[in-house]
């Protein structure tokens, strides 16, 4: 492209470029190219289902003229059409940020100009012009290129799909979120993004509408190094606000009573006021609760801290802020010995500890049901049309035989478990109407025979908490009463086969600090399998991080 030669330009040539390069670069891509430049890390399909939301709307460029008047020579110089101009806010605030200054003294414009992209969709450049700049400030951001993105545009859209489309742009191998605003007098609410370690293409999510709790949360990932490692550094503070939010039941009374006077929900909690006042003004910060009436509301997060919510995170909440809590404080030994932190720290192992107060057991048995979201699934997906028994190894409170039994009403059930638990097991299973149909045998697996002549064996998040060689003791004993057609199914959290972002490498330290087991990869497990006479032959996705595995006897 050629500058017009009727005006004389006085803004820096530098720009000039970019200016130029931006509005090449638009008239020659389209929603697709921009997809794959952007999205390597994504197969065709998710890029598919990502331009079924989003389009190529435009392409951003920061410059540096010498005042309004030379900025508005700009388009001419590059035979743009102006659609609009106007202050900037979202830049405004990020530039005021990054630089220290008032952002009052930051006087971004905008200046959009429509083009067409590639395939003759509607797309446009954007303009972002700060005149007068600080000289270390237009050489910073001219070296940086910070503001420079690919935008896609999408919306209406409602928060569901919002986090989704998030999801797939930060996933493994995938953008990181780069900060983002409201623009009040567009009614847009702008994500950026960027590749971590690059300078370019950085791109930005133009959504319309307004979408404060999860610019929140991107906001929150966006922040600068200091500031990420100090919420990090914080955690142990967000755990123990959690627990006593379960504890002192404070989530109840804010479910029934959503907006109470903070005077009134402190008199109802036996808590002080101010204090209370401080916590949830922290559990904002959380998405724990919301502002709401005179007081606060839980959000969908803090509805999971209600004691008889369904499902109930409660006493998760309470085993974490407790005894886990305490030996977790002592992950160092752990790390330094490759022993268990809880039996260092309690003088007891981890089931010992557990299994010797009535109390104790009460609430370990409880949080390990609170993943009960995940057994209605493992009960749909169990292959039971032609099986007659099931055997749950090491099955606690009975939550998923119970499950099992309620959706195959032709199957009888046996629960293995140790002596100390089979009365709260028989409980859950007299619970849910299934008690004729189940028999209850004691015993541990490691000094009992595990009962045979089962069809369907369920092992569920009972091997991550064994070493390689109790975890292949365990299967062996499995294989050993397994008939030959019969089915183990193994209900455990995956490692992710390579670095990918996932939360079960936090599960693994926990397995280590608390009990000396460990979580293991697919092919981990495959191994294990087979070196106890078993062969893996599928596995299934469940909620909350968790795997289905299907083994049979090798051959």
Not at 168 to 196: I, K
Request: proline share 6%; charged share 25%.
């Amino acid at each position: 492209m050629t500058r017009s030669p009727a005006v004389q330009p006085r803004i820096d040539p530098l720009d000039h470029d970019r200016v130029e390069a931006a509005v090449h670069f638009v008239r020659t891509q389209d929603t697709d190219s921009v997809l794959t430049r952007l999205l390597p890390h994504l197969g065709e399909s998710e890029r598919r289902a990502i331009a079924g939301r989003c389009r190529f709307d435009h392409v951003g460029v920061l410059v540096f003229p010498p005042d309004l008047a030379a900025l508005d020579e700009m388009p001419a110089m590059h035979d743009l059409a102006v659609a609009s101009t106007g202050p900037s806010v979202v830049v405004r605030r990020r530039l005021a940020a990054r630089h220290g200054l008032d952002p009052r003294h930051v006087p971004v414009q905008i200046v959009r100009a429509a083009l067409r992209a590639a395939d003759g969709t509607p797309c446009g450049i954007e303009i972002f012009a700060l005149p007068e700049a600080p000289a270390q400030v237009s050489a910073a951001e001219r070296a940086d290129a910070r503001e420079a993105h690919i935008a896609l545009a999408t919306g209406p859209i409602d928060d569901v799909a919002l986090a989704g489309l998030c999801a797939l742009l930060t996933g493994p191998g995938g953008l990181r979120p780069d900060g983002g605003g409201y623009n009040d007098r567009e009614d847009a609410t702008s994500f950026y993004f960027a590749r971590p370690g690059a300078r370019t293409d950085r791109m930005e999510l133009h959504v319309a509408g307004a979408h404060p709790r999860a610019l929140a949360r991107h906001i929150g990932e966006s922040d600068d190094p200091a500031t990420r490692l100090l919420r990090l550094l914080t955690g142990a503070w967000a755990t123990q606000a959690l627990a006593v939010t379960a504890e002192f039941g404070i989530a109840d009374r804010l479910a029934g009573a959503p907006g109470s006077p903070v005077r009134e929900l402190a008199a109802k909690t036996e808590t002080d006021p101010g204090a209370l006042a401080r916590l949830l003004r922290y559990l904002v910060q959380l998405d724990v609760v919301e502002p709401s009436g005179a007081g606060y509301a839980l959000t969908d997060v803090g509805a999971l801290l209600v004691a008889d919510a369904r499902p109930s995170l409660h006493p998760l909440a309470r085993l974490y802020g407790g005894a886990f809590y305490e030996s977790f404080g002592e992950l160092g030994y752990a790390v330094r010995t490759g022993r268990t932190a809880f039996d260092h720290h309690f003088g007891l192992h981890h089931f010992d500890y557990f299994g010797t107060d009535p109390a104790r057991a009460n609430l370990f048995d409880s949080a390990m049901a609170a993943g009960a979201a995940i057994f209605g699934q493992v009960a749909d997906h169990v292959g039971a049309a032609t099986a007659r028994t099931v055997v749950d190894i090491g099955g606690g409170n009975g939550e998923l035989l119970a499950r099992v039994l309620a959706a195959h009403p032709h199957l009888r059930g046996i629960l293995f478990e140790r002596e100390t638990t089979l009365p709260r097991a028989r409980t859950t299973i007299d619970r849910a109407g299934c008690l004729p149909r189940c028999e209850f045998i004691g015993g541990d697996f490691f000094t009992a025979e595990v009962p045979t002549g089962g069809d369907i064996y369920l092992l569920s998040r009972v091997l991550h908490d064994w070493d390689d060689a109790d975890a292949r003791a365990i299967l062996l004993r499995c294989a050993t009463a397994m008939p030959e057609n019969a089915r183990l199914y193994l209900v455990e959290r995956l490692l992710p086969e390579d670095e990918s972002r996932s939360l079960v490498p936090a599960w693994d330290l926990h397995m280590l600090c608390n009990v000396g087991g460990r979580e293991r990869t697919g092919a981990h497990y495959r191994a294990l399998l087979k070196s106890a006479g078993l062969d893996l032959i599928a596995h299934e996705e469940l909620p909350l991080g968790f795997a289905m595995l299907h083994a049979r006897r090798a051959g």
